[in-house]
């Protein structure tokens, strides 16, 4: 009774602008068959110069919405009507772009080949572009190399081209081609200021015996690019121990310190710094200017282990703190083109598809203080 009296009284006090009903009966889903619809649209939609373009929009479409094989089959029927030779080659483009987003590599390459070989035109540089980065993803180093070697501009992406002979050079060591990967590294190293090359080439040598060469390539390779420091340094002091060369390593360091004042090179430098050395109060008090800076909690943590003036147990409750922030915030790697971060060392940026772009956060700000600092005083 009482549920009687509220319909009534909702029915009475209803207004009558409510929304529009819609009636369920008689019921017709969109379409229980997609794939259907698609073939209606296509029959219904003729393959002309003026419908290119809606075609080519609807297979993009599905393939931004993971559709993958709706938008083959699209550009697959486009295929089979009767293009010119221009059209047909941008829309074997966007097919190749659909293997490649399918995962179809050895598909989209087959298409991508005969398409570099039309060339001049500007699909055939789509082409070769989307060609290299399917033999990247598939690691097929030594045919991305011959690719950029038979099609490329002279000179065009050599940080590239570099790049990817490091790469190949990984595979022919894992081989023991060492030769070989010797050889490659030669060509690499023409090629540009590639700070990488001069590492992987300190590796090789390393790998051989020859130390003393190896530890030329890691200087040289500072030369290039002096924020690579954070992946060098460890070579450096580690041929050094091997040659007996720590006293040289010294004077190296604290020329490297003048112009890049990095906090790894300090703690380098104090690992090398005796009580009875004559710069002793000099680089003591510059850890100071650092720990007071807060910047550095490994050289925090340095200074905390040094000061006797402090209690057992509060030092040893700092020293913890310091390595819990240490954990928490790592320094990390940023690629200064496009501002990806990843917490290690990268040298390839998978967001901007740049080779040599991502740098220790830390050294990318010593650096560019440097520099603002020259530009100042200029």
Known sequence: ???????????????????????LEPFEPLSSEPDRELDVLLERLPITVDTLETHL?????????????????????????????????????ELAQDFFSAGLLGRAETELESLILDQGERFSAQAFRLW?????????????????????????????????YCEYVGQLKGQGKLALARSALKEARKLSDSARTFIASSELETSLGHYHKALRMLKE???????????????????????????SLRRYLEKLYDYHPSHRVLEAILDLTGDSDPRQSYWQTELERVVNSGASFGLMQRWL?????IGATPRAVLLESIQRLKLRLPDG??????????????????????????????????????????????
């Not at 009774?1 to 009636?23: A, E, G, H, I, N």
């Not at 559709?67 to 009507?81: G, N, P, S, V």
């Not at 772009?357 to 520099?371: C, G, I, K, L, N």
């Open 221 to 247: 390779a500072l030369v290039r690019d002096v924020r690579r420091v954070d992946v060098i340094l460890p070579g450096l002091k580690r041929l050094s121990r091997l040659v007996g060369g720590e006293a």
């Open 305 to 309: 282990e040094q000061r006797r003036d």
């Open 333 to 378: 790697y940023q690629c200064n083109h496009c501002g990806y971060e990843s917490g290690t060392m990268i040298w390839f940026c998978p967001q901007c598809e740049r080779w040599e772009t991502a740098f220790s956060r830390h050294e990318q700000r010593v650096h560019e203080d440097r520099r603002q600092a020259a530009l100042n005083r200029s």
């Open 57 to 93: 929009a609807l297979a993009e479409l599905f393939r931004k919405r993971g559709q993958i094989e709706r938008a083959i089959r699209i550009h697959e029927t486009l295929l089979d009507a009767d293009l010119r030779r221009q059209d047909a080659n941008r829309v074997r483009v």
């Open 1 to 23: 009774m009482l549920t009687t009296v509220k319909s009534l009284w909702r029915r009475l006090t209803t207004p009558w602008s409510v929304p529009s009903r819609y009636r």
């Open 132 to 164: 290299l980065v399917v033999l990247e993803r598939e690691q097929e180093w030594e045919r991305a190399i011959k690719l950029v070697r038979d099609y490329g501009q002279p000179g065009s992406g050599n940080m590239r081209l570099a790049n990817l």
